[in-house]
């Protein structure tokens, strides 16, 4: 939602969601404690996550947050289990990101594990253009695996590479994984991919040869990042990775009804 322009009422958005912890997915992505100034789409994180039923759900709720700021109003909520921090292997996205550089956002990085911890919440680190970026600045393989090693030495345990601008190849998916893996099996590693729609199932196929079991997705494949470029990429479709899943005989567990249901409110909102 956070790269719409129009913004989608706090009720609209609280019944979308509800109906996405109906599904049953492992980790619902459902806000942003960020400056309103920053992502407008976002302002009303708090207020929606007092309409959200989360009682009766298994999914547990995931809040980016980009400074120590919105760790403190995130931490205190009981429904939320996990923090999610953009930490860019780019210097110039992590400026125009988090207004902030890759070093003051590693010190960030530890204040806020020590938020999480105190309240027992855990913190998920997604590494921005993970895969490369349309900057210049450098990247190689090596330096995703000495920025992996400064966050996993803090003690976060799970990562997820995000390819922000959607360069990420499987030959790159592959290289990275068939990495960081082997070297950090502790480490829960996530892919989050942008993709479109011809290069999906190689995207896929190739972070799940290589051991990845954390998937990131949106339904229809909707939105992207708003600070990466003038143009949005798509993310992953989450039916394209259930899709996937069918194929190749991997179990979900998810509520199918409540799956179509949610899809068709996605395209009534977000069409």
Known sequence: MQGIGTFIPTAVKARYLNQLLEVGFDTLDFGSYVSPAAIPQMRDTAAVLRLLRTADSPTRLLAIVANERGAREAVPQEQISFLGFPLSVSETFQERNTNSSIRVSMERVESILELCLAKKKSL?????????????????????????????????????????????????????????????????????????????????????????????????????????????????????????????????????????????????IFS
């Open 124 to 268: 998920v680190i997604y590494l921005s253009m993970g895969f490369g970026n349309p900057y210049g600045d450098p990247w190689s393989p090596e330096l995703v695996l000495e920025q992996a090693e400064k966050i996993i030495s803090m003690g976060i345990t799970t990562i997820s590479l995000a390819d922000t601008v959607g360069v990420a190849t499987p030959e790159s998916i592959r290289q990275l994984f068939s990495l960081l893996v082997p070297a950090f099996p502790d480490v829960e590693w996530g892919a989050h991919l942008h993709t479109g729609p011809h290069n999906w199932k190689e995207k896929i196929e190739a972070a799940w040869d290589c051991g990845c079991r954390r998937f990131d997705g949106t339904l229809k494949g909707y939105g992207g990042c708003p600070m990466a470029a003038d143009t949005l990429t798509g993310n992953m479709a989450t039916e394209n990775i259930l899709q996937f899943a069918r194929e190749n005989d991997i179990s979900t567990w998810l509520h199918e009804p409540a799956l179509r249901k949610a899809l068709t409110t996605a395209v009534e």
